[in-house]
């Protein structure tokens, strides 16, 4: 199946210092999506991408979708304390019928004050 | 805006017990629905998606099912529950963009 390999698993950072994490994946992704978990809560959608290549920023996010559309990566700019938390890459596939949302394990990102 | 209802929020349960989670949608019609769990606070592991009603692909074999009665209704179901399957279980949807709302998870326990 299709699997999404994300990295690193966990970063531990200063405040104000800028983050970066990616996806890697064997299979094609018509759709890439970024998300933050918060403890005990589901995921919000942080930035989504649909074509590759698309380079799309919220705020102090920027995401982009890769040219393979095999990959996708996320920057956060000068971190704050309340950036902590899961993030997760996820893969959407439609057509046919095939709709799969396949995820990355996440990346801890904890960010000392 | 949809939105993903999600309960009971947090369910204590014995082995060998059956069970019911129960996920509904709004704000939209005819959507893709997702049950994940996800243990130990980290990945995300895809149990079952469904992409209308009576429609469902299971992701992995194991002790629970899952079923969609109703076009905006996702029930996730064990007649006999393991220790294994404690986790946090989490309903998303999806209907066309931008990506999938979740609901706010239920954290199962099994004593």
């Known amino acids: 199946g299709q699997q999404l390999n994300q990295s690193p698993q966990s970063m531990f950072i200063q405040e104000g210092e800028d983050v970066s994490m990616n996806c890697t994946s064997s299979?094609?992704?018509?759709?890439w999506l970024w998300y933050k978990q918060d403890p005990g809560e589901g995921p919000v959608l942080l930035i989504a991408?649909?074509?590759?290549?698309e380079l799309t920023s919220n705020g102090r996010l920027t995401a982009q979708f890769g040219i393979t559309r095999k990959d996708s990566f996320l920057n956060i700019s000068a971190s704050i304390p309340s950036d902590v938390g899961i993030y997760f890459c996820?893969?959407?596939?439609?057509?046919?019928?095939?709709?799969?949302?396949?995820f990355g394990k996440g990346t801890l990102l904890t960010v000392n004050p | 805006s949809q939105t993903i209802h999600q309960w009971p929020a947090t369910l204590v349960q014995p082995v060998g017990s059956p069970l019911s989670l129960e996920c509904t949608v709004e704000g939209t019609s005819n959507p893709n629905l997702y049950w994940y769990r996800q243990a130990a606070g980290r990945g995300l592991q895809l149990l079952f998606y469904s992409v209308g009603i009576g429609q469902i692909s299971s992701e992995v074999p194991q002790n629970l099912s899952a079923s969609r009665p109703q076009d905006r209704q996702f029930i996730l179901s064990s007649k006999k529950l393991l220790l294994s399957d404690s986790g946090f279980y989490l309903c998303a949807s999806t209907q066309g963009g931008p990506g999938a709302f979740f609901g706010q998870g239920t954290r199962l326990t099994v004593v």
């Open positions: 991408l649909y074509k590759a290549g």
């Open positions: 996820a893969g959407l596939t439609s057509g046919g019928s095939n709709y799969k949302l396949t």
């Open positions: 299979s094609i992704f018509n759709t």
